[in-house]
């Protein structure tokens, strides 16, 4: 272990032990420091994702598919069977899934790589030091990694309503018949389908004129139909007043007042960064404009002995951004040569049927020169894969380079997530679309669609006279 100056009890302090706390954690101590993680409470440990986003959330929606699958079947049998939902073994079967991942994501297991452990609140007490229940202690460097936490939704009557937020919504008791999902954001599109999927009547209401309103428009306008042609209604540009008596009176774009039934409401509308109680002037540490912390470059604050990563960074609120902005503060210790943190490639998929995934850059950011770019559209009711499993709504989109680099795009379609991964990787090393044109794709798999894309591509550049030209003057 390296020596540590006596004016430090711990070589590094991480605050907060989800993705981006646990990766900095548990890579320092592997290279030999002494490291000190803070967590509010045992059962907080593996953070948002594990206990109240990504893991339960997809685990709701692995169910919810059965259901679905099991609902679409009956039109290739000859009985027909109601299926109805048991909440109760739903949510236990939830339990299960984060209780095989907790196994490595708790204090006592944390505690055996040699990492030292501390419950309770944090609060700095200066540049380098932070206080924990009356326990002092101190580190050259601090990592900020408390995540975040639903946005409140001040409306009139929520509380005579059962209500719930992603961090209650896994704790559900009673299944609800007309559930309302409040926004229009990954979180109720992909909760508000997997409710409808379970037999609920979900109602999505959007204050803005899309849902999902960061995916490219068409994206939204597509992924709303199927939602809708499931039988969730979602209602866009309404204006949420008040609930009373089991109604929610909503005011649409025409002025007019719509009373929708629940029995039950989701709230959704956005999240905002744990960082309120951690008496950062303390510390020297400054807000933006937004409440946000103020960052740098390399993702330290305005006292440059503290960083931040994941949903406290106020940034975009993924798990996988949380971990890549670890590796950034990570490297920036060690090297001389300090690495910007970027967001230019940053892909996320939004979990519903079919998937959307998005990576890199947009139409809007490449701006409107048509010049700047080649931009690709492969459509799904041309890939026998998504003929043979009934699921051709849906696309390909790219953005090229004039070099043929992937700059970004967006998928809808089953599996888009992983479909997108082999895009993503090209994108991050500079790898030319054409390339794929010589790799073997096993027919049909669904990835597929790249090498259509890739063959689109290259049919466009034989069009031109000088290929075709060059192209004659070589055979033989």
């Given at each position: 272990?390296?020596?540590?100056?006596?004016?430090?009890?711990h070589?590094?302090?991480?605050?907060?032990?989800?993705s981006g706390g646990?990766?900095?954690?548990?890579?320092?101590?592997?290279a030999?420091?002494?490291?000190?993680l803070i967590?509010?409470?045992?059962?907080?440990?593996g953070?948002?994702?594990?206990?109240?986003?990504?893991?339960p959330?997809?685990?709701?929606l692995h169910?919810?598919n059965?259901?679905?699958d099991?609902?679409?079947s009956?039109?290739?049998?000859?009985?027909?069977?109601?299926?109805?939902?048991d909440?109760?073994?739903?949510?236990?079967y939830?339990k299960?899934r984060?209780?095989v991942?907790?196994?490595?994501?708790?204090?006592?297991?944390?505690?055996t790589l040699?990492i030292?452990?501390?419950?309770?609140?944090?609060?700095?007490?200066?540049?380098?030091?932070v206080?924990?229940?009356?326990?002092?202690?101190?580190?050259k460097?601090?990592?900020?990694?408390?995540?975040?936490?639903?946005?409140?939704l001040?409306?009139?009557g929520?509380e005579?309503?059962?209500?719930?937020?992603?961090?209650?919504?896994?704790?559900?008791?009673?299944?609800?018949?007309d559930?309302?999902?409040?926004g229009?954001?990954?979180?109720?599109?992909?909760?508000?389908q997997?409710?409808?999927?379970?037999?609920?009547h979900?109602?999505?209401?959007?204050?803005g004129?899309?849902i999902?309103?960061?995916e490219?428009?068409?994206?939204?306008v597509?992924?709303?139909?199927l939602?809708?042609?499931?039988?969730i209604?979602?209602?866009?540009g309404v204006?949420?007043?008040?609930?009373?008596?089991?109604?929610?009176?909503?005011?649409?774009?025409?002025g007019?007042v719509?009373?929708?039934?629940?029995?039950?409401?989701f709230v959704?509308?956005?999240?905002?960064p744990?960082?309120?109680?951690?008496?950062?002037?303390?510390?020297?540490?400054k807000?933006?404009?937004?409440n946000?912390?103020?960052?740098?470059?390399?993702?330290?604050?305005?006292n440059?002995?503290?960083s931040?990563?994941g949903?406290?960074?106020?940034?975009?609120m993924f798990?996988?951004?949380?971990?890549?902005?670890?590796?950034?503060?990570?490297?920036?210790?060690?090297?001389?040569?300090?690495?910007?943190?970027?967001?230019?490639h940053m892909?996320?998929?939004?979990?519903?049927s079919p998937?959307?995934?998005?990576?890199?850059?947009?139409?809007?950011?490449?701006?409107?020169?048509?010049?700047?770019?080649?931009?690709?559209?492969?459509h799904?009711?041309?890939?026998?894969?998504?003929i043979?499993d009934?699921?051709?709504e849906?696309f390909?989109?790219?953005?090229?380079s004039?070099q043929?680099?992937?700059?970004g795009?967006t998928?809808?379609?089953?599996?888009?997530?992983?479909?997108?991964?082999?895009?993503?990787?090209?994108?991050?090393?500079?790898?030319?679309?054409?390339?794929?044109?010589s790799?073997?794709?096993p027919?049909?798999?669904?990835?597929?669609?790249?090498?259509?894309?890739?063959?689109?591509y290259s049919?466009?550049?034989?069009?031109?006279p000088?290929?075709?030209?060059?192209l004659?003057?070589?055979?033989?």
């Amino acid at each position: 272990m390296k020596a540590m100056p006596n004016k430090y009890t711990h070589d590094i302090i991480v605050i907060g032990a989800g993705s981006g706390g646990l990766t900095c954690a548990i890579f320092m101590q592997r290279a030999g420091f002494r490291v000190l993680l803070i967590d509010k409470a045992p059962e907080t440990f593996g953070g948002d994702c594990l206990n109240y986003g990504c893991i339960p959330s997809k685990a709701l929606l692995h169910v919810a598919n059965l259901f679905h699958d099991i609902d679409t079947s009956s039109k290739y049998s000859s009985h027909d069977q109601a299926h109805t939902v048991d909440i109760q073994k739903v949510m236990d079967y939830i339990k299960e899934r984060q209780a095989v991942i907790r196994k490595h994501e708790n204090p006592e297991y944390i505690k055996t790589l040699g990492i030292d452990i501390a419950i309770g609140n944090a609060r700095f007490s200066g540049e380098h030091d932070v206080i924990v229940d009356g326990n002092h202690y101190t580190a050259k460097h601090i990592v900020i990694a408390t995540g975040s936490r639903p946005r409140t939704l001040e409306l009139e009557g929520l509380e005579s309503i059962p209500h719930y937020t992603n961090e209650s919504i896994f704790s559900i008791k009673r299944f609800p018949k007309d559930f309302v999902f409040i926004g229009g954001g990954p979180i109720n599109i992909e909760l508000g389908q997997a409710f409808s999927r379970l037999g609920s009547h979900v109602t999505i209401l959007q204050t803005g004129e899309r849902i999902l309103p960061k995916e490219e428009p068409e994206v939204s306008v597509l992924l709303q139909r199927l939602l809708e042609k499931e039988g969730i209604s979602i209602r866009t540009g309404v204006a949420v007043e008040k609930i009373e008596n089991g109604q929610v009176f909503v005011k649409t774009p025409d002025g007019s007042v719509l009373k929708i039934s629940a029995d039950a409401v989701f709230v959704g509308v956005g999240r905002v960064p744990n960082i309120d109680s951690l008496a950062l002037e303390t510390a020297g540490i400054k807000l933006d404009d937004h409440n946000n912390l103020q960052l740098d470059k390399y993702l330290r604050t305005t006292n440059k002995a503290v960083s931040a990563v994941g949903d406290a960074a106020g940034q975009h609120m993924f798990t996988h951004a949380a971990e890549l902005q670890a590796s950034v503060v990570l490297r920036n210790f060690f090297s001389p040569f300090k690495k910007k943190y970027t967001a230019k490639h940053m892909a996320w998929t939004t979990f519903t049927s079919p998937e959307v995934a998005t990576f890199g850059i947009n139409k809007l950011q490449l701006g409107t020169e048509a010049a700047n770019y080649d931009e690709l559209i492969v459509h799904l009711d041309e890939d026998d894969r998504a003929i043979t499993d009934d699921s051709t709504e849906g696309f390909l989109k790219l953005y090229l380079s004039k070099q043929g680099l992937v700059l970004g795009g967006t998928m809808v379609g089953p599996r888009a997530g992983e479909i997108t991964s082999e895009l993503i990787l090209m994108m991050y090393e500079g790898i030319k679309l054409d390339a794929v044109l010589s790799k073997p794709f096993p027919y049909p798999i669904g990835s597929r669609v790249i090498q259509a894309a890739a063959r689109q591509y290259s049919g466009k550049k034989l069009q031109s006279p000088f290929a075709k030209r060059i192209l004659r003057l070589l055979y033989h």
